[in-house]
C-alpha cells in the first residue's frame, strides 16, 4: 500500500512539473540478400560462391523532457536458417543495441551515458556502421558542452569482462579503454572539427601475467567542410603515435581531399583522394608501424563497397591510395542511382618488388522509396584485380570478383505521445 502511494505521488509530481515530454516507438526490419564472389578478398579455386539473407529488427523507443533523454534498441540479427523452424532456442543474434540517457547537468552542459553510437563528422573515425547489419555501439560516458557558438564533447570508456574480485585483465575482442576530446564550429560556409583520442588496447602475455599491459595510442586529427556556390569540399587529415599492441612505435597518418560539383539539382559529381600510410612488405619492422588504422569509423563508406580494406582486414599492412568519383542522379524525390569508380595503390612497398597497383572497383546502387516508412536498394560491385592485391592476398587464381544486393526497409513510426503541460501555458497567457 505504502508502495503504490509512493508510485503515485511521483506520477503527479513528474506530470506537474515536467513541462514538455515525448514518448515515441519506431522499428525497423531490414532483410537483405547478398551473393558473395570475391567479397572482402580474391575468391579462390574449387570453392562456391555465397549467397544468403541476413536481417536486421529493431525496436527504438525514446523518451523526451527538457532536461532528460532516455533511448532504448534492442535488436536481432539473424541469418535466414540459422535456426529451424521448430526451434527451441534461437542463435545469439538478440543484442542490446543501444540504451543510454542524456541529462541536462546546467544550462548548455549534458552527459550521455550508458550504451550509444558515437558518430562525427563524416563517420571516418567514429561512426556506426549502419550498413553492418549489427552496426557499432560503446559503453561510454559522454560530457558535452554545447552553447549555441560551437560543441565540445569529452568522452571516456572503460572494458572489462565482467564483475571481478581480482584481475584487470580484458580478453575480449574490444578495447580496453579510451578518452577522446572533440570540438566542432561551424561559421557561414566552413566548418571544422578537431578530434584527439587516447586509445587503449590490452596486452596479454601467455607466459608472464606480470607482463600483461594496456598500450595505448593517440590519434589526432582535422576535418573541414566548406561550401561556394555548387561546390563542396571535405578534407580529413590526421596522425597516429604512440604504441601499438605489439608495442611498435607507432607514426602513421591519413590525408584525403575531395570535391563535389552540383550540376543540376538532380545530378552531382564527386571526385577525391585518400591516402593511408602503410608498411613496406606489409608488416611493422625495427619496431616502427607505419600503418595508419581508422579504428572506430564507418569503414564501409569509404575505399569501395566490396569492404577489401579496413572492415576486418588490412590493417598493418601496406596501406592504401585511393583516387575515386562518384555520381549521383535523381530520377525523382524518390528513385536515384549512384556509380563510383575506385583506383587503389599501395602506399608502401610491395613484396617482391611487384607493382603497387592495387587494382579497380566499380559500384552501382539504385534506391527507390516505395512509401514514408518501405525503401528498397540494389547494389553491384565488380573487383579488377592486379599483381599487386594477388600479392596482398596471398591469392594468384586469376578469379572473376563480384558482389550482388538486395535490401529492403521498412522503418514505420509506431507510437508517438507528446504532453504539454497545459498549467504553464495558462500562466503565460
Known sequence: MKLAKCTLVLILFFSINITYSQFT???????RFEFRH??????????????????????????????LQFYLSPQDVRVWGDVPQLNIADENGFSLH???AEIQLISDLNLKIGRQEIVYDDQRFFGNVDWAQQGRSHDAAILKFEPNFMELHFGAAYNQNGEALTGNVLTKNTY???????????WEKLSASFLFLNNGLQYIDEIDESKNDTRYSQTAGIHLKAKANKFGFASNLYYQFGKDIANNDLSAYLVSLEANYSAMENLNFTLGGELQSGNDFGAPSNGKNKAFNPLYG???KFNGFMDYYYVGNHIDNVGLVDFYGNLKYSFNKKSNLAVGLHKFLAAAEILNENSKNLGYEIDLVISHKLSEFVAVQAGYSQFFASNGI?????????????WAWAMLTIDPVLFTWQKQDEQINNQNQ
Open 25 to 31: 516507438v519506431e522499428t525497423q526490419l531490414r532483410p
Open 38 to 67: 570475391g567479397y572482402k578478398t580474391l575468391f579462390p579455386n574449387d570453392v562456391n560462391p555465397a549467397a544468403f539473407v541476413s536481417q536486421r529488427t529493431r525496436l527504438n523507443f525514446s523518451y523526451k523532457t527538457e532536461k
Open 98 to 100: 543501444q540504451a543510454w
Open 176 to 186: 580496453k579503454s579510451f578518452q577522446y576530446l572533440w570540438f566542432h564550429k561551424d
Open 298 to 300: 564507418t569503414n564501409h
Open 390 to 402: 594477388e600479392t596482398v592476398k596471398n591469392n594468384f587464381d586469376g578469379n572473376s570478383n563480384n
